[in-house]
Every structure is written in C-alpha cells, then in structure tokens.
Nanobody, 122 residues
Framework: VQLVESGGGLVQAGGSLRLSCVAS????????MAWYRQAPGNQRELVAS??????????DSVKGRFSISRENTKDMVWMVYLQMNSLKPEDTGTFYC??????????????WGQGTQVTVSS
C-alpha cells in the first residue's frame, strides 16, 4: 500500500485548501481512509475519516469546516480528499493520509503517507 499526499501550502486565515491523497496497492474497499494532523510538539490527531460505506467522522475542532471524500478512480487506486474551509492558524500542522483496516489476526493495521505541510497565517 502506498499513500501520497499533495495540496498543502501557506494560506491566510479564513482561506481554503484541498488536500489530495493517492492510495494504491492492496486497498480493501471495507477499509477506512483518514486524515490526521500533527502540530509541532503535539501528538498526531484525527482530523477526519471515511469508511468504505461512506460514513464520515470529524474531529471536534474541524466539524462544519472540513469535508472528507473518497473515490475509486481505477482498479487498486483510490483518491481521498480533504476540503478545508475557514482555516484557522490552529489548523497549522503536517497532515497525513492514513489507510487502516482490521485484520482478524493482527488487529488494526495502519498505513501512512509522508505528510504534507499546511500553514495558516493570521
């Protein structure tokens, strides 16, 4: 499984960005795609997730501002998007694309992208 993020950058407070993640390889349709954020000195935290059935979950700090979506572009390749609106300086951090699924023998299995930097200026 490979995850490659893009779309990060510098934006002013109140602006918008759209992050993209190309997920390829042995992706189970029942798995969950997610975006996590890590600010300097902080732990990595969940921003948004979407299951294979399309159910979404958002961190409290981004509800109503961010939107996650996924689409199967071709066999073994998925796109995952994070639309970020009304950005705040506290949204600054490195955003990581995540794919995870539950293995009956090993529990939760996670794959991560390399991360893309988002900086929101005040």
């Amino acid at each position: 499984v490979q995850l490659v993020e893009s779309g990060g950058g510098l934006v002013q407070a109140g602006g918008s960005l759209r992050l993209s993640c190309v997920a390829s390889g042995n992706i189970f349709v029942t798995g969950t795609m997610a975006w996590y954020r890590q600010a300097p000195g902080n732990q990595r935290e969940l921003v948004a997730s979407i299951t294979g059935g399309g159910f979404t979950n958002y961190g409290d700090s981004v509800k109503g501002r961010f939107s996650i979506s996924r689409e199967n572009t071709k066999d073994m390749v998925w796109m995952v998007y994070l639309q970020m609106n009304s950005l705040k300086p506290e949204d600054t951090g490195t955003f990581y694309c995540n794919y995870n699924y539950n293995s009956p023998f090993k529990g939760r299995i996670d794959y991560w992208g390399q991360g893309t930097q988002v900086t929101v200026s005040s």
